[in-house]
């Protein structure tokens, strides 16, 4: 299946019906009154998170969504029934955005939390409600409005506590498969990871964390080089980033420039998102000796510190029950912070709101090089639901990788 983060979509709510004119015409009833009903209310459009769904895919094959229409009021006082509202299940973890204002309308992170985006029109009313002791037969009525109809923009970002980032080939997808159920692909070459992948990583029976793994990041990616910057978004919600260094890198690069360089990609692509708490994992440590690593990690912290430096390595199995056991207890500790000091919540409350709108105004920048150049982005993907020249376009056998325990 393929892993979509970002789709467009139409939504249109419900015309409200039309009040009725009508007259009662009873036996025996010398002068009967107005009886004209109201309207129904016009049905609503909604979305719903569902923890079930892990990607847009679905808007790809279905862009539209129109709730029912109200119907119209009837005779003897009878009201009309209101149109249906229908639900639009989305993916935890999905934003909003109006694309004729850039408006955020909403962000869907709890599973059942629902956002009205497109709302029914209002009832018209019926002759009867017009009646009054100086108008015992009116003969006016109103017509039910208009629903809201929008175009709206809908971008994934994964729900994780912790995020997984390094250059290709940094021993990410090795990691999380170690230490959690996820069974990403691994392989000797770079570029193995194309989409994002979840695992729950398990501590105890009542101590778990979520991990995150995106593709690799390399020089340029926040101005659209690479994989990477496509899925940066993922690692907006996280707590923490775990940051993979590989201590021997096949092209002989500087560990420590390397390093470097990712974090000035991440600070390129949001200033607010390097104020994350960043940890440093020298990967692959199984392949110095002991004097070297010792070297490294000394210059790693040099270079780096306010930065906790770790040694791993997972196909060795070397410190990583470590290094979960102090991301948990690090996310426990954050948790309980923010319940009880109220300056802490605020601050991680307005840190999350400036990477939410960093990656807002990233992803509208990217967005608006692709219109003005002739490579096919999410853009001509969305058109492409509507546009059948564009049907032969793919963007290749992606699987996304979610695993829940």
């Not at 789709?7 to 039309?18: C, D, F, L």
């Not at 009309?80 to 004729?100: F, R, S, Y």
């Not at 994002?196 to 995150?212: H, K, T």
Request: hydrophobic share 35%.
């Amino acid at each position: 299946m393929q892993f979509i983060d970002e789709a467009s979509i139409r939504v249109q709510a419900g015309k409200g019906g039309n009040g009725c004119l009508s007259f009662r015409r009873e036996k025996y009833v010398e002068r009967g009154g107005p009886d004209g009903g109201n309207g129904g209310d016009g049905g609503s459009v909604y979305l719903l998170a569902d923890e079930a769904l892990n990607t847009l895919i679905d808007f790809r094959y279905q862009p539209a969504y129109q709730a029912r229409n109200g119907h119209g009021g009837g005779s003897r006082n009878k009201t009309g029934a209101g149109g249906e509202d229908i639900l639009v299940k989305v993916p935890l973890g999905t934003t909003v955005v109006d694309e004729e204002t850039q408006e955020v309308l909403g962000d869907l992170s709890k599973a059942g939390q629902r956002l009205l985006v497109a709302e029914g029109g209002s009832r018209g009313l019926g002759n009867a409600t017009f009646k009054s002791s100086t108008n015992r037969a009116p003969r006016k009525t109103t017509p039910g409005q208009l629903g809201d109809i929008r175009r709206l923009r809908l971008q994934l970002k994964l729900l994780a506590d912790v995020g997984l980032l390094g250059l290709p080939n940094a021993g990410k997808s090795t990691l999380i498969g170690q230490v959690s159920a996820a069974n990403p692909k691994v392989a000797d070459y770079p570029f193995t990871t194309l989409a994002p992948s979840l695992g729950v990583v398990r501590i105890a029976a009542d101590a778990s964390f979520v991990m995150a793994d995106i593709p690799g990041l390399i020089v340029g990616a926040a101005q659209g080089a690479g994989l990477g910057a496509q899925f940066l978004r993922h690692l907006s919600r996280t707590k923490v980033l775990l940051h993979l260094v590989d201590v021997a890198p096949e092209d002989q690069s500087d560990p420590v420039d390397n390093a470097l360089a990712i974090e000035q990609e991440l600070a390129e692509y949001s200033e607010a998102l390097i104020e994350r708490p960043i940890w440093l994992a020298l990967s692959k440590v199984d392949q110095l000796d002991e004097m070297a690593l010792q070297e490294l990690r000394q210059e790693m912290a040099e270079t780096f510190p306010d930065r906790p430096v770790y040694s791993v390595s997972a196909l060795g199995d070397i410190g990583l029950d470590e290094l979960k056991n102090d991301l948990m207890q690090f996310l426990n500790e954050q948790r309980l912070q923010a319940q009880e000091d109220p300056e802490a919540a605020e601050y991680l409350q307005q840190l999350e709101r400036r990477i939410s709108d960093d990656v807002f105004t990233h992803s509208e920048r990217m967005r608006q090089r692709r219109r003005l150049g002739d490579e096919p982005g999410d853009d001509e993907l969305d058109a492409g639901l509507m546009d059948d020249e564009l049907d032969d376009w793919q963007e290749g056998d992606t699987e996304v990788i979610y695993v829940r325990e």
